[in-house]
């Protein structure tokens, strides 16, 4: 059983540029959150998909966007990229009441 | 002032050694409390669950909730070199569909040989 997975592991993007970072979760898990994390901090949750609906958002600003599809699959989405963007993008998936998380994508933003 | 407080550490300890780690919480709304274990550059693993207060034992893991106190801890017991890492409490007021995740900032541990 697969668990959550992530793409890319990495990526280097300069400021203004557009990303796209993508989830796939758990097997049997519907749910699926996206947080950042930035070096040396705890993460911080920017938005959760449930039945292809944004569900709850956190303290993100538009620029940050994201996409649920049939499969359970995720898209998040940065435009006009800034250098405090530059994190660890966690990608979890939810069964019952506990979130299991993916490896991460890391971001760096020149 | 943050919702959750977590000592960053470093936490050095010798091999053996009873580990304990601690989070203090703001909100008494949250319910489910979780400890996760990162290692560098990896996605957090969750180690722990637990709802309301109480104490919940996992092999060399023990979990206590005090919600009176806003008060939860970790201990390791007979820890090991593999268990450096940075831990991390989690937390949330609802379970469900949205159940999002509050964390602290991490206590980076290092169990020295």
């Known amino acids: 059983d697969a668990g959550v997975t992530q793409s890319p592991t990495h990526l280097i993007k300069t400021r203004g540029q557009q990303v796209t970072l993508r989830c796939s979760p758990k097997s049997g898990h519907d749910t699926v959150s996206w947080y950042q994390q930035a070096l040396g901090q705890g993460p911080q949750f920017i938005f959760q998909?449930?039945?292809?609906?944004?569900?709850q958002r956190g303290n993100f600003p538009d620029r940050f966007s994201g996409h649920q599809f049939p499969n359970y699959s995720s898209e998040l989405n940065v435009n006009a990229l800034l250098l405090g963007d530059s994190a660890l993008y966690l990608c979890?998936?939810?069964?019952?009441?506990?979130?299991?998380f993916g490896p991460g994508t890391r971001l760096t933003v020149l | 002032q943050k919702e959750v407080e977590q000592d960053p550490g470093p936490l050095s300890v010798p091999e053996g050694a009873i580990v304990s780690l601690n989070c203090t919480y703001s909100?008494?709304?949250?319910?489910?409390f979780m400890w996760y274990r990162q290692y560098s550059r990896k996605g957090p693993e969750l180690l722990m669950y637990t709802y309301s207060s109480g104490n919940k034992e996992d092999g060399r893991f023990t979990a206590q909730v005090d919600k009176s106190s806003k008060y939860i801890s970790l201990f390791i017991r007979d820890s090991q070199p593999s268990d450096s890492a940075t831990y991390l409490c989690a937390m949330s007021a609802r379970g469900g569909a949205t159940n999002k995740l509050i964390f602290g900032t991490g206590t980076l541990l290092a169990v020295q040989p």
């Open positions: 998909y449930y039945e292809e609906e944004e569900r």
């Open positions: 979890a998936s939810r069964k019952a009441d506990t979130q299991y």
């Open positions: 909100n008494s709304a949250f319910q489910y």
